[in-house]
């Protein structure tokens, strides 16, 4: 079957970095999306991977591993804007996006 | 979790002609729907807010005439494209927020292509 998993939620410090986990058993994989959403707006594109690897867009990276149906999302010098669901989705082989529940990020001062 | 359907998951036709995506919520009651449509690798683009029973709210540069929505209940809305053109061709996605929880929960998409 298709499935995605997330945390439920992740609390962190102002300054600091986190990583947010995805994996997923998806056939025909795709690629794999991270989202930011504020409450309330509509969810925000941040990255986009389909190939093994890091990519690095500004303070925020996206991983992702095919072979181990992996991917994750970091975050670096964390600000309180952060603060914010975070959604992975795989897209299948029919383009159809399978979404994670999302990431609630809590940031502290 | 719970779960949101799209119906279909693709579509293709002729330029004029309209077509009718539908938003299932599978297990939950939803009091609000929301349409998105999406370019590759882009945002989502917030298209209309639907309420059960009440006219949909549409977000300012998405023509009302153009992309007829109905919520005619607690578990489906539908999305109409009329006289569709190929600039129309795009992913259209729905959400769901359940009543209980007042969580949102996103449909895997409908591909529309316009030719």
């Known amino acids: 079957g298709q499935n995605i998993d997330q945390p439920t939620e992740m609390t962190a410090t102002e300054g600091a970095i986190v990583q947010i986990n995805c994996t997923y058993q998806?056939?025909?994989?795709?690629?794999l999306f991270w989202y930011q959403q504020h409450a309330g707006e509509a969810p925000t594109f941040l990255s986009y991977?389909?190939l093994d690897g890091l990519e690095e867009k500004g303070r925020f990276s996206s991983f992702l591993s095919r072979s181990k149906g992996y991917s994750y999302l970091l975050l670096k010098e964390l600000q309180m804007k952060d603060s914010a669901s975070y959604l992975c989705?795989?897209?299948?082989?029919?383009?159809?996006?399978?979404w994670g529940a999302g990431t609630k990020l809590i940031i502290k001062p | 979790g719970a779960v949101v359907s799209q119906h279909p998951s693709w579509v293709i036709c002729k330029s004029g002609t309209s077509v009718k995506i539908e938003c299932r919520s599978l297990?939950?009651?939803?009091?609000?729907m929301f349409w998105y449509r999406q370019f590759p690798k882009q945002s989502l683009m917030l298209m209309a807010t639907?309420?059960?029973?009440?006219?949909?709210?549409?977000e300012q540069g998405v023509e009302k005439d153009k992309f007829l929505i109905n919520h005619a209940s607690l578990t489906l809305s539908t999305l109409t494209v009329t006289s569709a053109h190929p600039e129309d061709s795009s992913f259209y996605i729905c959400?769901?927020?359940?009543?209980?929880?007042?969580?949102?929960?996103f449909g895997p998409g409908t591909r529309l292509t316009v030719l």
């Open positions: 991977n389909v």
């Open positions: 639907s309420n059960e029973g009440s006219k949909a709210t549409y």
């Open positions: 989705a795989s897209m299948d082989s029919n383009y159809q996006l399978i």
């Open positions: 998806t056939s025909g994989f795709n690629g």
């Open positions: 959400s769901a927020i359940e009543r209980e929880v007042l969580e949102q929960f």
């Open positions: 297990d939950f009651q939803a009091t609000t």
